[in-house]
């Protein structure tokens, strides 16, 4: 994903379950809560911020 356009989304995003920040992790092309512990996917370049869609880690 392009950075300019991620810093954008990760100003604007924030985690569906906690409502905190979100993270992008690079290697895995995920957005990351650190608080739940979810891994969101990027699907198509859409981040997919759904609780059921998410992986735990
Ligand atoms: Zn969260």
Known sequence: MEEKILN???EILACPICKGDIE???DENKLIC??????????????ILLEEEAEKF
Request: charged share 35%; net charge positive.
């Open 8 to 10: 954008e989304l990760l």
């Open 24 to 26: 992008y992790k690079q």
């Open 34 to 47: 650190n608080k739940c512990r979810l891994k969101f996917p990027i699907k198509e370049g859409i981040p």
